[in-house]
């Protein structure tokens, strides 16, 4: 029922990941699926959003113009392109589930978390 999140890993500032997150039963009928993330000692913060019908999107501030979110409906997967990565963006990135909104408190089911590790 979780999602299943992919992709992580160390890349150099200024580098370029992408997130995957795997979707199935109902996961995959929920309104919108979120990425969420959690830096160490920091609490969980949204970074965007995306409905699974009409692909309507959402950008916290700090990730707006480098990250981008998309989905394959055929896949049952979510992406998430992170561009111009910094250290900042060092993080335990979770993929989550639910309503569509920016509040954590919309999504009922959460992935495990990848890592994501930005070197200056």
Do not use: H
């Amino acid at each position: 029922v979780q999602p299943v999140e992919s992709g992580g890993g160390l890349v150099q500032a200024g580098g370029a990941l992408r997130l995957s997150c795997a979707a199935s039963g109902r996961t995959f009928s929920s309104v919108a699926m979120g990425w969420f993330r959690q830096a160490p000692g920091k609490e969980r913060e949204f970074v965007a959003t995306i409905t699974w019908r009409g692909g309507i999107t959402t950008y916290a501030d700090s990730v707006k113009g480098r990250f981008t979110i998309s989905r394959d409906f055929a896949k049952n997967t979510v992406y998430l392109q992170m561009n111009s990565l910094n250290p900042e963006d060092t993080a335990v990135y979770y993929c989550a589930a639910g309503k569509y909104g920016v509040a954590a408190t919309l999504y009922d089911y959460w992935g495990q978390g990848t890592q994501v590790t930005v070197s200056s």
